[in-house]
């Protein structure tokens, strides 16, 4: 009788282990996706204290939405929502000023995450971060396999048209490390866990909405509606 | 002849109803797990699952590994309920690189906490993962492949199993 039992008892331990297992990554995600800082020790999440003359911002800034995005430019989840996501908001909500989109950095996967973060941001210095974000996206490579890294970055540059000594001289200087150190230290304080992360701000002063992942447009679509509706 | 004798192996297990459930819920699990971490799978706000052409890859092979593991973790529960052998290794190999590295796709995407937790060497270990993530699922799959190889071995060849168990 025992005999009987015991592989029974490892096949329920098994299925019990799985299941926990299941549960506990779908709870991870779908609590991330209600984060609502109540710490008081974070500055107000508010238009004002996030969008800096610094931010890329893409939209009207006085939309009704701002949609935050805390991303790593060698996060492959990061550049599926660049190329996915992104461009059906933008063509849905932010041509129509509805939505603006800004951008932080929440350099996660490697040490040529920062670099990528300063050289986008030297970008932004000429107005042409979106442009510089939409190549590196686009040309994403693996994970610190050197893609990154600042002679590519710089080459990349010169493609798109940037002025090379400008933006080399930039990057070289390491003019933006505070902002890009600043803006990973607020997503920390946020407690967002990964890559993309996103901030929903609504311009009627209500908590913003927090969310964790490489959402597809219904799920955005959904928030956007229910905000402006 | 070979082939036809693998699928009897198969047909032996799953002619019981008990084992068609056990697999179809660890594939359940499984695909579930792994379509969330690969952030293909979503629940909340609403429930979405979405295939960008960039994961189909990595959703087909993981798919296959779910299937796998499914068949194979329940062939070793009926070896074990049936037969004095012991649990078949590779099925436990396969199935632990099979979870790794599938459930790595989003990887990346956690290095905060790995970062945290296991500091440069949880983000070396993603790195790792997820560079190395469809080779490593064809690996689990050959894996799984030859575990259920050996379990059609061991159902076929032993002489201790107890049919009416």
Redesign the interface.
């Known amino acids: 009788m025992s005999k009987m039992k015991k592989p029974l008892i490892v096949g329920g331990i098994t299925a019990i282990v799985i299941a926990v297992i299941a549960v506990s990554v779908l709870n991870n995600n779908t609590v991330d996706t209600s984060i609502e800082s109540t710490d008081s020790s974070i500055s107000p999440l508010s238009f004002s204290s996030l969008i800096t003359k610094d931010t890329p911002l893409k939209g009207d800034p006085l939309a009704p939405i701002t949609l935050i995005e805390f991303g790593d430019f060698q996060c492959p989840n990061c550049g599926r929502f660049a190329r996915e996501t992104g461009p059906q908001i933008e063509a849905s909500y932010v041509e129509s000023g509805q939505v603006s989109m800004a951008f932080k950095h929440f350099t996660v996967v490697g040490p040529d995450s920062k670099i990528a973060a300063m050289a986008s941001q030297c970008a932004n210095e000429q107005g042409m971060f979106w442009e510089f974000h939409d190549t590196l996206y686009n040309n994403q490579g693996p994970e610190n396999s050197g893609w990154a890294k600042k002679d590519n970055l710089k080459k990349i540059a010169s493609d798109i048209g940037l002025d090379t000594q400008s933006f080399d001289s930039c990057l070289d200087s390491n003019k933006y490390q505070s902002l890009v150190d600043n803006d990973l230290n607020l997503a920390k304080q946020i407690e967002f866990t990964g890559t993309p992360s996103f901030l929903v701000l609504k311009n009627d002063g209500s908590k913003p909405q927090a969310l964790t992942g490489a959402y597809p447009y219904a799920t955005f679509q959904k928030i956007f509606d229910e905000s402006l509706n | 002849m070979k082939a036809v004798m693998l699928v009897y192996s198969f047909k032996q297990v799953f002619s019981n109803k008990f084992y068609i459930f056990?697999a179809a819920?660890?594939f359940t699990?499984?695909w579930?797990?792994f379509s969330?971490?690969g952030?293909l799978l979503?629940?909340?706000?609403?429930l979405?699952f979405?295939l960008?052409v960039?994961?189909i890859p990595v959703f087909v092979l993981s798919s296959i590994i779910s299937a796998l593991m499914g068949i194979v973790?329940s062939m070793n529960?009926y070896v074990?309920?049936n037969t004095k052998l012991k649990i078949n290794k590779s099925s436990f190999m396969g199935s632990s690189v099979g979870i790794a590295s599938g459930a790595c796709a989003?990887c990346?995407?956690?290095?905060?906490?790995l970062?945290t937790s296991f500091g440069g060497a949880g983000?070396a270990a993603s790195?790792f993962l997820?560079?190395y993530q469809i080779p490593l699922l064809l690996g689990s799959i050959v894996l799984l492949i030859w575990a259920y190889y050996s379990i059609h071995n061991k159902l076929t060849k032993s002489c201790m199993l107890n049919e009416s168990?």
């Not at chain 2, 979503?42 to 609403?46: A, G, L, R, T, Y």
């Open positions: 056990l819920t660890i699990s499984f579930i797990l969330v971490l952030e979503f629940f909340s706000p609403v979405v979405y960008p960039d994961a973790l529960v074990i309920k989003s990346s995407s956690m290095g905060f906490i970062l983000v790195t997820s560079v168990a």
